[in-house]
């Protein structure tokens, strides 16, 4: 199994920065891939960024390119999502998560979730 607790969510003006960590502890070389998703109130949940733990490739949502950069600490088992620039639109739960079958596999572990809200 694994366990994944994310951190540093919080309340930011908007064109402010924010950085989430997401630790993850338990069987975690059975990880192929983490990411980073969001549900926003009344809205389906969304993949925002994802890595692949092995080769560090990269995927990001079109509404975040360019403000949001994922990274992950192997030593620490820890994953970082940097997030600048917000805008209110990127209010939501944002959810770690992890794969143990490619970033396009079932997501099997997640997080609890940590709130971002960004004001206007």
Known sequence: QVQ????GG???QAGGSLRLSCAASGYTYMIDCMGWFRQAPGKERERVVTIVTGTGGT???DSVKGRF???QDKA???LYLKMNSLKPE???IYY???SRFTCSGSWGYWGQGTQVTVSS
């Open 4 to 7: 994944l607790v994310e951190s």
């Open 10 to 12: 919080g309340s930011v």
């Open 59 to 61: 995927y990001y949502a």
């Open 69 to 71: 950069a994922i990274s």
């Open 96 to 98: 770690c998560a992890a």
């Open 90 to 92: 990127d209010t939501a």
């Open 76 to 78: 620490k088992n820890t």
